[in-house]
């Protein structure tokens, strides 16, 4: 059973920085892309950013581009977001995913995470 535990949110004036983490186990995570994803009250869940298996690929929206960085460590099942320079706009619950080895879709999700910055 592949469970996911996203933690590292809270409060934070705009400027600040946070650092999520999500520990996955139940798969072999090497071997596997992970992603974080983000949903803000009335929006649609959205990518924010994503990771190869061995962490040399990574990808970033345009929106956190500069700002944020997604890490990983294997020999911890754990991937991290480090997230600086925080806006108001990136109030939101923070999902940590897998994904597919395959084909481009995320088959399982944690919990969130909630992140709230404040100006």
């Known amino acids: 059973q592949v469970q996911l535990v996203e933690s590292g949110g809270g409060s934070v004036q705009a400027g600040g920085s946070l650092r999520l983490s999500c520990v996955a186990s139940?798969?072999?995570?090497?071997?596997?892309?992970m992603g974080w994803f983000r949903q803000a009250p009335g929006k649609e869940r959205e990518f924010v950013a994503r990771i190869s298996s061995s962490g040399g690929t990574t990808v970033y929206a345009d929106s956190v581009k500069g700002r944020f960085t997604i890490s990983r460590d294997n020999a911890k099942n754990t991937v991290y977001l480090q997230m600086n320079r925080l806006k108001p706009e990136d109030t939101a619950v923070y999902y940590c995913?897998?994904?597919?080895?395959?084909?481009?879709?995320?088959?399982?999700w944690g919990q969130g995470t909630q992140v709230t910055v404040s100006s």
């Open positions: 995913a897998v994904r597919d080895r395959f084909i481009a879709v995320y088959r399982y």
């Open positions: 139940g798969l072999p995570f090497s071997n596997y892309g």
